[in-house]
């Protein structure tokens, strides 16, 4: 019969196995390149940015493109600021993250510096082939289908039931039914003060405000 100790450190190999494995599984889902991957019809002013920029390609039941552009100084961040507000849906919330603050989403995400975050539809060969061989692309132009009542993208689409189309995603979406593919392009900033201050910048106008520093100063 196995002592206790054995059976404490068969539970330690366990742990850590069954962590390691999660890990790379993970790995397995997350893409990063060293630079912006994003479409060349994207606005020109943000050619120069690509090479500072990072993209983090996540295949993780949700399929999209998350852009990290970093700031050397104030005045380039507020340059291309109404740039990029270009980009955002139309009703799609900016999030507010503070420098410093804990890694999102498990530590994907790096908030150590201030920066830009623009979560975007997979630009890639990626595609979908309907019944009748015609091909899906999960990137836009999205058809009617995929908008929501009002008119607006919703954050994630799915193939219809029939598989010709794009719908939206709705809470009760199996992922094992297949991915949620990012509809609609938002964006965060990670704010300093100082690169980033908000007291300088334009907030877009009806838009919904994703305001994570309170929760953080609620947990410091």
Request: with cysteine; glycine share 6%; hydrophobic share 40%.
């Given at each position: 019969?196995?002592s206790d100790?054995?059976?404490?450190?068969g539970?330690?190999?366990?742990?850590?196995?069954?962590?390691?494995?999660a890990?790379?599984?993970?790995l397995g889902l997350v893409?990063?390149?060293g630079?912006?991957?994003?479409?060349?019809?994207?606005p020109?002013e943000l050619?120069?940015?690509r090479?500072?920029?990072?993209?983090?390609g996540?295949?993780?039941?949700?399929?999209?493109?998350?852009?990290e552009?970093?700031?050397?100084?104030?005045e380039?961040?507020?340059?291309i600021?109404p740039v990029?507000?270009?980009?955002?849906?139309?009703?799609a919330?900016?999030?507010l993250?503070?420098a410093?603050?804990?890694p999102?989403?498990?530590g994907?995400?790096d908030?150590?510096?201030p920066?830009v975050?623009?979560y975007?539809p997979s630009?890639?060969?990626?595609?979908?082939?309907t019944?009748?061989?015609?091909?899906?692309?999960?990137?836009?132009?999205?058809?009617?289908?995929?908008?929501l009542?009002n008119g607006q993208?919703?954050?994630?689409v799915v193939l219809?039931d029939?598989k010709?189309?794009?719908?939206?995603?709705d809470?009760?979406?199996?992922?094992?039914?297949g991915?949620?593919?990012?509809?609609?392009i938002e964006?965060?900033?990670?704010v300093?003060?100082?690169?980033?201050d908000l007291n300088?910048i334009?907030?877009?106008?009806?838009?919904p405000?994703?305001d994570n520093r309170k929760?953080?100063n609620?947990s410091e």
């Open positions: 019969m196995p100790v054995s059976m404490r450190w539970a330690i190999v366990l742990a850590v196995s069954v962590g390691l494995f890990s790379c599984l993970c893409q990063t390149m630079h912006g991957t994003w479409p060349a019809d994207w020109k050619e120069p940015y090479g500072q920029a990072k993209t983090i996540v295949a993780a039941g949700n399929q999209e493109d998350v852009f552009i970093p700031f050397r100084n104030r380039e961040f507020e340059k600021w990029i507000l270009r980009l955002k849906s139309e009703g919330p900016l999030t993250t503070t410093g603050s804990a999102g989403v498990a994907l995400f908030n150590s510096k920066l975050r623009i975007a630009y890639t060969t990626l595609y979908m082939t019944p009748d061989g015609k091909t899906l692309k999960p990137s836009p132009p999205w058809p009617k289908s995929a908008k009542p993208l919703p954050k994630y219809s029939d010709t189309t794009w719908v939206p995603a809470a009760n979406h199996n992922p094992l039914k991915f949620e593919f990012r509809a609609r964006c965060e900033l990670v300093d003060g100082k690169f980033i300088r334009r907030l877009p106008a009806n838009t405000i994703v929760l953080e609620q």
